[in-house]
Protein backbone atom coordinates (compact mmCIF):
# COMPACT_ATOMS: atom_id res chain seq x y z
CA UNK A 1 0.00 0.00 0.00
CA UNK A 2 2.80 2.23 0.85
CA UNK A 3 4.21 1.46 -2.81
CA UNK A 4 0.65 2.72 -4.42
CA UNK A 5 0.67 6.22 -2.19
CA UNK A 6 4.22 6.81 -3.31
CA UNK A 7 3.51 6.13 -6.73
CA UNK A 8 0.60 8.35 -6.92
CA UNK A 9 2.55 11.10 -4.48
CA UNK A 10 5.57 10.71 -7.47
CA UNK A 11 2.73 10.86 -10.14
CA UNK A 12 1.04 14.61 -8.26
CA UNK A 13 4.62 16.02 -8.06
CA UNK A 14 5.97 15.14 -12.15
CA UNK A 15 2.85 16.29 -14.11
CA UNK A 16 2.97 20.10 -12.69
CA UNK A 17 6.69 19.73 -13.10
CA UNK A 18 6.19 19.36 -16.97
CA UNK A 19 3.82 20.88 -17.32
CA UNK A 20 5.79 23.77 -16.38
CA UNK A 21 8.49 22.87 -18.35
CA UNK A 22 6.42 23.10 -21.69
CA UNK A 23 5.04 26.19 -20.87
CA UNK A 24 8.76 27.97 -20.31
CA UNK A 25 9.54 25.82 -24.01
CA UNK A 26 6.15 27.89 -25.48
CA UNK A 27 7.63 30.64 -23.99
CA UNK A 28 10.91 30.32 -25.90
CA UNK A 29 8.50 29.85 -29.06
CA UNK A 30 9.72 25.99 -28.69
CA UNK A 31 7.72 22.99 -29.17
CA UNK A 32 7.25 20.70 -25.73
CA UNK A 33 8.27 17.92 -27.91
CA UNK A 34 12.01 19.47 -27.65
CA UNK A 35 11.46 19.02 -23.86
CA UNK A 36 10.54 15.46 -24.01
CA UNK A 37 13.51 14.54 -26.73
CA UNK A 38 15.98 16.46 -23.87
CA UNK A 39 14.81 14.21 -21.32
CA UNK A 40 15.33 11.01 -23.49
CA UNK A 41 18.32 11.86 -24.35
CA UNK A 42 19.33 13.05 -20.73
CA UNK A 43 19.14 9.02 -20.18
CA UNK A 44 22.43 8.61 -21.54
CA UNK A 45 25.33 8.65 -19.78
CA UNK A 46 27.47 11.63 -19.61
CA UNK A 47 25.25 13.75 -22.03
CA UNK A 48 22.75 13.31 -19.42
CA UNK A 49 24.40 16.64 -17.82
CA UNK A 50 24.71 18.58 -20.77
CA UNK A 51 21.32 18.10 -21.35
CA UNK A 52 20.18 19.23 -17.40
CA UNK A 53 22.26 21.92 -18.63
CA UNK A 54 19.91 23.08 -21.46
CA UNK A 55 16.74 22.67 -20.01
CA UNK A 56 18.26 25.03 -17.31
CA UNK A 57 19.47 27.65 -19.98
CA UNK A 58 16.14 27.53 -21.93
CA UNK A 59 14.07 27.96 -18.40
CA UNK A 60 15.90 30.51 -17.11
CA UNK A 61 16.08 32.94 -20.59
CA UNK A 62 13.71 35.05 -20.86
CA UNK A 63 10.48 34.59 -23.53
CA UNK A 64 10.44 35.79 -26.57
CA UNK A 65 9.29 39.24 -26.85
CA UNK A 66 5.32 39.66 -28.12
CA UNK A 67 3.25 36.59 -29.69
CA UNK A 68 4.52 33.55 -31.19
CA UNK A 69 3.13 30.72 -32.51
CA UNK A 70 1.95 29.25 -29.47
CA UNK A 71 0.23 32.29 -28.44
CA UNK A 72 0.23 35.80 -27.06
CA UNK A 73 2.70 37.10 -24.59
CA UNK A 74 1.56 36.75 -20.72
CA UNK A 75 3.01 39.49 -20.22
CA UNK A 76 1.65 42.19 -22.66
CA UNK A 77 -1.80 40.41 -23.42
CA UNK A 78 -3.01 43.60 -25.83
CA UNK A 79 -0.58 42.33 -28.05
CA UNK A 80 -2.39 39.60 -30.54
CA UNK A 81 -1.24 36.28 -32.58
CA UNK A 82 -2.90 34.15 -34.52
CA UNK A 83 -1.92 30.44 -33.08
CA UNK A 84 -3.22 28.49 -35.92
CA UNK A 85 -1.84 30.73 -38.71
Known amino acids: IFGAIGGLFALA ?10 RRFHDRDLS ?5 GLLVLGMVPYIGKITGLAIFIISVLRGTDGPNKFGPDPLRPEARA ?4
Open 13 to 22: MALPQISLQV
Open 32 to 36: GWWYL
Open 82 to 85: EVFA
